[in-house]
């Protein structure tokens, strides 16, 4: 399994962006497809973003479609996500994940961050 450590949280307000980063540790990142969850006080975690590993296809849930960006640097071991038009709602702890193998919805990831705080007040 990777070992993922997420930065890049903090509180800002509605309309800012942040970048949130997930550094992977060990030889076999770019084998494995990268998800993004977050899960808000009182709710359950939901998804976020997804990147494939080889076709770096991207995948989002409807909340998010067009305002974040997963992206992927495989000799930095390295994912990324690039969240634009930041509202209230997406205050959460926010998670990476990983899994080898091809991406596909509804996917079980087995290695996971422990989260980074992004707090958006309006």
């Known amino acids: 399994q990777l070992q993922l450590v997420e930065s890049g949280g903090g509180l800002v307000q509605a309309g800012d962006s942040l970048r949130l980063s997930c550094a992977a540790s060990g030889p076999t990142f770019s084998s494995h497809s990268i998800g993004w969850f977050r899960q808000a006080p009182g709710k359950e975690r939901e998804f976020v973003a997804a990147i494939a590993r080889a076709t770096l296809g991207t995948y989002y849930a409807d909340s998010v479609k067009g305002r974040f960006t997963a992206s992927r640097d495989n000799a930095r071991n390295r994912a990324f996500l690039q969240m634009n038009s930041l509202k209230p709602e997406d205050t959460a702890v926010y998670y990476c994940?990983?899994?080898?193998?091809?991406?596909?919805?509804?996917?079980?990831?087995?290695?996971w961050g422990r989260g980074t705080q992004v707090t958006v007040s309006s």
């Open positions: 994940a990983a899994e080898p193998g091809p991406y596909s919805r509804g996917m079980r990831f087995g290695s």
